[in-house]
Each structure stands twice: as structure tokens, then as C-alpha cells.
């Protein structure tokens, strides 16, 4: 089994800025580094989207278009955590976003929910106006 549990969340005015972290516990310690990671989001009455992922060497991320200039996933293998700083935030990025530990080693998949086999329970962020 892997566990995923993520921090950061909180309410913030818009414009202002949160870091996510999703720190990865169980099966994949040792293998962390060969799985790409992903982040959700799931607006009230919404179904989940994708928001961004990041490969498993790090070197590729990935973002939903709404979100590019504005996010900035990144990844520490040696702590087995990865990062979603998000900046310039406006009421409409208010959702409980998720991480996602990817399906398969080395996977080529990035943003569908298939690609990714463990969720973590979500962190809340509320943007005020």
C-alpha cells in the first residue's frame, strides 16, 4: 500500500499564495523516484480535474492551461515528497486538491485518473475574494 498525505492548505486571499506538499509513506519508499506524480482538484458540485503532475525524474511537468504561469509542481525524491506551489490564486482555484502516486513504473501516462493508483485524502483550499 502506498499513503499519500498532503499539508499546506488553508484559506488565502486572492492573489495571495499557498505551498502543497503530499508526502509518500509505504510500498513506495524505496521506489519513489520511478513513478510520476499527480495533482487533483474537486470543486463543490464539480467532478475531479486534473490541475498538474510531474514525471519521475522531475524533469517534465505537466499543467491544466488554467493554471500555467500560476503553479509550479516540483518534487524531492530524497524526502519522497512532492510540491504544488501556487501562486497568484483567485476564488475559482478554491477546491480540495489531491495527490496521486502513478499506476506503473516509468509510466508515460500524466493526466488521467487512470494513470495514478493511490490518492491521497485531499487538502482544502478556500480562495477569498
Known amino acids: 500500500q502506498v499513503q499519500l498525505v498532503e499539508s499546506g492548505g488553508g484559506l488565502v486571499q486572492a492573489g495571495g499564495s499557498l505551498r502543497l506538499s503530499c508526502a509518500a509513506s509505504?510500498?513506495?519508499?524505496?521506489?519513489?523516484?520511478?513513478?510520476?506524480m499527480g495533482w487533483f482538484r474537486q470543486a463543490p458540485g464539480k467532478e475531479r480535474e486534473f490541475v498538474a503532475s510531474i514525471s519521475w525524474s522531475g524533469g517534465t511537468t505537466y499543467y491544466v492551461d488554467s493554471v500555467k504561469g500560476r503553479f509550479t509542481n516540483s518534487r524531492d525524491n530524497a524526502k519522497n515528497t512532492v510540491y504544488l506551489q501556487k501562486n497568484s490564486l483567485k476564488p475559482r482555484h478554491t477546491a480540495v486538491y489531491s495527490c496521486?502516486?502513478?499506476?506503473?513504473?516509468?509510466?508515460?501516462?500524466?493526466?488521467?485518473?487512470?494513470?495514478?493508483?493511490?490518492w491521497g485524502q485531499g487538502t482544502q483550499v478556500t480562495v477569498s475574494s
Open positions: 496521486a502516486h502513478g499506476a506503473i513504473v516509468y509510466g508515460l501516462g500524466y493526466d488521467r485518473g487512470s494513470d495514478f493508483a493511490s
Open positions: 509505504g510500498r513506495t519508499f524505496s521506489t519513489f523516484s520511478k513513478y510520476n
